[in-house]
């Protein structure tokens, strides 16, 4: 389990101080990525497989973590003992649920929920942040766009 | 001995790097270079399975068309990274490691998807078993 302060630690880190493998160009989107190196998910296409660096490597994508995750669904029914877990956000229509799989589309993302705050790499800042459900649920503007939780993968 | 052997080698692999460098695939060249390969499969290939934009997608051909869909007018900045750069590939023998890339970046709605490959040398063919599909987000 990570706490609330390891990740305050990261605040304001580009993804370059995460990510000893090299894989760090600002044109890419590093949601995945960021909490894939704080919760160290290592299955999967990873920022190794990407620029074979040197360390263990993290995974870059969000399609990949929801897959792996041990159970999801809306976060309207998110369980309240499930206090914390990753928090997606996209348009419905390209999550699955019973398949336990989501779209490979652009609009799509990532964070850690913890005990009611979210961590996510904001691409724009370049940076970790910290947000509220609700300001995490406005990342993308559209009606179709929704949050569904994953619980951790092992 | 293996000295002697050695040096040939050398010799022979320096020139075909400076060939390579010599005939590095344009921009464009790249670009038609990929098209060859849209009839190979992404199932199978680790960076590859689950990267189609839709879930039906089954080859090249498909990821890289859908892709090139979300490159939509009046929402932020798109473009295309296509180069090569010299490179040996997995069997030692010169030729070029490829790359495209589609970006897009519109505030946070920022990515970078595309595939990389090796074209060889010699013969200036793709090599399909070399392909990988890149991006992350």
Known sequence: MITAAQLDQNLGNPISKLCTNGYTDPNDNHCAHFVSHMLDYQFGTTCKTMSGGPNPGANIRVQELFAHCNGVGAWSARPSALVQCLVFVTDSGNVHLKLRKMDNVPKKHVGIFLNGTIWHYSNSKSQVVKVTPKEFSHHYPGPGIALFYGVLPA | ?137
Not at chain 2, 47 to 58: E, Q, Y
Not at chain 2, 60 to 75: A, C, R
Not at chain 2, 87 to 113: L, S
């Open chain 2, 1 to 137: 001995m293996l000295g002697i052997v050695h040096a040939p080698c050398l010799a022979a692999q320096g020139r075909a790097s400076s060939a390579a460098s010599r005939n590095l695939p344009s921009p464009q060249e790249v670009m038609r270079l990929l098209m060859t390969l849209q009839d190979v499969p992404l199932k199978g290939n680790e960076t590859c399975a689950t990267a189609g934009t839709s879930l039906s997608d089954t080859d090249i051909g498909d990821y890289i068309s859908g892709w090139l869909v979300e490159l939509k007018p009046g929402q932020g900045a798109n473009w295309i990274d296509a180069k090569a750069t010299p490179a040996a590939g997995d069997d030692k023998q010169a030729g070029w490691k490829c790359v495209v890339m589609f970006r897009h970046v519109n505030g946070d709605d920022r990515w970078g998807w595309g595939v990389s490959f090796h074209v060889r040398a010699s013969d200036h063919k793709p090599v399909k078993e070399s392909i990988r599909c890149l991006g992350g987000g």
